[in-house]
């Protein structure tokens, strides 16, 4: 009896988990294709770095200053020459 019962239970088993699914598979509801938006890659352009410029600034003993100015920009050197003279007010050594 106890074989029976084993046998049976062991049928079942191989029934119920054979490779069918148990629902017909879902299809989706019919209806217009999602719209695609294709957008161009944004490019950010990277500005390059200013110019190195080297300032040499000199202080005497009345407090007035001076400095040297080095670099390959010339309008770069020409503009950083006029804020000195605008903030120390001295003159430029070249």
Do not use: H
């Not at 040499?56 to 309008?75: H, M």
């Amino acid at each position: 009896m106890r074989n029976l019962l084993l046998c049976l239970g062991f049928l079942f088993l191989l029934l119920s988990c054979e490779g069918r699914p148990s629902s017909a598979p879902k299809e989706p509801p019919a209806g217009p294709p999602p719209k695609v938006v294709v957008e161009k890659e944004k490019v950010e352009k990277i500005e390059p770095l200013p110019p190195e410029v080297k300032i040499r600034l000199k202080r005497d003993g009345k407090e007035n200053y001076s400095w040297e100015i080095t670099g390959s920009d010339v309008n770069e050197i020409l503009k950083i020459n006029e804020r000195l003279k605008k903030s120390l007010g001295g003159e430029s050594q070249r």
